[in-house]
Structures are given as structure tokens and as C-alpha cells.
């Protein structure tokens, strides 16, 4: 089955940097991969997607790659502010994904201190 | 963009009560809903994928006769935690699809709480 490695629980950056996380899957490759921002009690909100037939995708201060071979996507996050702290998840389809249903990583936890 | 709205936020119940958490979609019409799991600190786990007029499907391991799901119309989807036992108490995610659009547009509820004394 499809198993999701987000590699840092938790990342802690100061303001201004860029952050980085990391996502990486193990077996078949998805036809598309997402990245969802979830704050404390809260349900997940979807930030970006990005198929395999893309390299990079952009949206204002984000970034994220998709690296098929690499089996790997990263996640950036430019010039970041103490607001986007908060937990970073990577999703990509489930099997018989057609449907639509997801499968998580356990998330990133990223903390920007002012 | 579409809204998801979930209710209760939160829930608090005895040991043995059933608990029914609703899942709306606000402005469009959701022929798929999907039911997440999740316990601090991990990822959410997909419990069960409703289409609208039929039998959920649910993931190995979750009991569908605990975990009641109806999905009557194109804008509800209801959970309900039969004979809810402290091991239940967990965060439950809501998730919906709505009608003709790719697989992956899903949008997510806010979440219920659910803890069981």
C-alpha cells in the first residue's frame, strides 16, 4: 500500500527564511499530489496541486516541486511570517483514487518565530 | 470558494450514547463525501467514501455497523458513533466532492471533536 513520509515533525524557522518540508511516498506514483495547511482543531485547507507531468508550482509566496523519480515533493514557503505557523500536509490520491479520497502524511509542524 | 460546514465543533458524550456529526455543503452539490479520522498527532485516515442515494463504502478495519453513514441528499452527509466507547474519542474531518468536477477538488469541514467520558 501507498505510505506518505513527511520526515520533520516539526521545523522551526526564524521569520524572513524559507521553509522547506519534505514529502516523499514509497509506492505507485500518483497522479497528482497536494499540500494542505491544518490549524490546531481545525479541518485541513488545500494550498496546492500539483500533477506529475509538472515540475514546479507556484502561488504567491509558495512553492512546491514534484520529483517522480525522486519519488519526492518539497514545499516552500518564502520570506516566511509567524502566521503560517501551523501543521503542513501532503496528500496524494488513494488507491482507486478516481473518486477522489486522499491519503495523509502525518504532517509537518512549522513554528515562525518573529 | 465552496464551504464545507461541519457541526458539532465539539462534542462531549457518556460512554455508550450515540453521537451524530453533520457534514453540509453549502454552495454546491456534493455527490461524494468522504469521512477522515485522526489522533493526535498523526495523519488523517479515511474511514469511508459516501455517494449520495447509496451504501458507503468503508476502509478494512472500520466497522460500518458503528460508524453509521448516511448520504441522502446532494448536501448531507451524516456520522454517527454508535454505542460511543472513550477509544472513539477522536477528531472526525469531513470532506466533500462536488458533482462534475475532477477528483481532486475536495473540500474540507472544519472538524469535530469528539471525546467520550
Known amino acids: 500500500s501507498q505510505k506518505i513520509e513527511q520526515n520533520s515533525e516539526a521545523l522551526n524557522i526564524q521569520e524572513g527564511k524559507t521553509a522547506t518540508l519534505t514529502c516523499n511516498y514509497t509506492?505507485?506514483?500518483?497522479?497528482?499530489l497536494q499540500w494542505y495547511r491544518q490549524d490546531p482543531g481545525r479541518g485541513p485547507v488545500f494550498l496546492l496541486l500539483?500533477?506529475?507531468?509538472?515540475k514546479e508550482k507556484r502561488k504567491e509566496r509558495l512553492k512546491v516541486t514534484f520529483d517522480t523519480t525522486l519519488k519526492q515533493s518539497l514545499f516552500h514557503i518564502t520570506a516566511s511570517q509567524p502566521a503560517d505557523s501551523a501543521t503542513y500536509l501532503c496528500?496524494?490520491?488513494?488507491?482507486?483514487?478516481?473518486?477522489?479520497?486522499?491519503?495523509f502524511g502525518k504532517g509537518t509542524k512549522l513554528s515562525v518565530k518573529p | 470558494g465552496a464551504v464545507v460546514s461541519q457541526h458539532p465543533s465539539r462534542v462531549i458524550c457518556k460512554s455508550g450514547t450515540s453521537v451524530k456529526i453533520e457534514c453540509r455543503s453549502l454552495?454546491?452539490?456534493?455527490?461524494?463525501m468522504f469521512w477522515y479520522r485522526q489522533f493526535p498527532k498523526q495523519s488523517l485516515m479515511l474511514m469511508a467514501t459516501?455517494?449520495?442515494?447509496?451504501?458507503?463504502?468503508?476502509e478494512q478495519g472500520v466497522e460500518k455497523d458503528k460508524f453509521l453513514i448516511n448520504h441522502a441528499s446532494l448536501t448531507l452527509s451524516t456520522l454517527t458513533v454508535t454505542s460511543a466507547h472513550p477509544e472513539d474519542s477522536s477528531f472526525y474531518i469531513c470532506?466533500?466532492?462536488?458533482?462534475?468536477?475532477?477528483?481532486?477538488?475536495?473540500?474540507f469541514g472544519s472538524g469535530t471533536q469528539l471525546s467520550v467520558l
Open positions: 470532506s466533500a466532492k462536488a458533482a462534475g468536477t475532477a477528483a481532486e477538488k475536495l473540500f
Open positions: 509506492n505507485y506514483s500518483p497522479a497528482y
Open positions: 500539483i500533477r506529475e507531468n509538472e
Open positions: 496528500a496524494l490520491e488513494g488507491y482507486g483514487g478516481s473518486q477522489g479520497n486522499l491519503i
Open positions: 454552495d454546491f452539490q456534493a455527490t461524494t
Open positions: 459516501s455517494n449520495e442515494g447509496s451504501k458507503a463504502t468503508y
